[in-house]
């Protein structure tokens, strides 16, 4: 079974950085889709990027495209989204989330997810 830990997120002001960071433990790390979801109120939960682990593929949501980079540290089994010029639009609970193999922007591909860390972005 994969067990994620989140941290990062918190308040930040319009145009700066922050990093949203994801270890997942219990499985072969190397094999693993890693995702950040994001919930804003009164919208559906939706994929914000991801990144399979196996071949390093990344992919992004266009709002944060340029923007939005994702490293990686797997002697921790560790992913980070950085994020850099952000908008109060980027505010919302974002969410990690784990599947074992390729990636899918569907929430419903994925079984294990982290509880959740807030962004608040400030104008």
């Known amino acids: 079974q994969v067990d994620i830990v989140e941290s990062g997120g918190g308040s930040v002001q319009a145009g700066g950085s922050l990093t949203l960071s994801c270890t997942a433990s219990?499985?072969?790390?190397?094999?693993?889709?890693i995702a950040w979801f994001r919930q804003r109120p009164g919208n559906e939960r939706e994929g914000v990027a991801h990144?399979?682990?196996?071949?390093?593929?990344?992919y992004y949501i266009d709002s944060v495209k340029g923007r939005a980079t994702i490293s990686r540290e797997d002697a921790k089994r560790t992913a980070h989204l950085h994020m850099n010029d952000v908008k109060p639009e980027d505010s919302g609970m974002y969410y990690c989330?784990?599947?074992?193999?390729?990636?899918?922007?569907?929430?419903?591909?994925?079984?294990?997810w982290g509880h959740g860390t807030q962004v608040t972005v400030s104008s």
């Open positions: 219990g499985y072969d790390y190397g094999s693993l889709c």
């Open positions: 989330a784990v599947r074992i193999g390729t990636c899918f922007w569907g929430r419903d591909y994925y079984s294990v």
């Open positions: 990144v399979y682990l196996l071949t390093g593929s990344t």
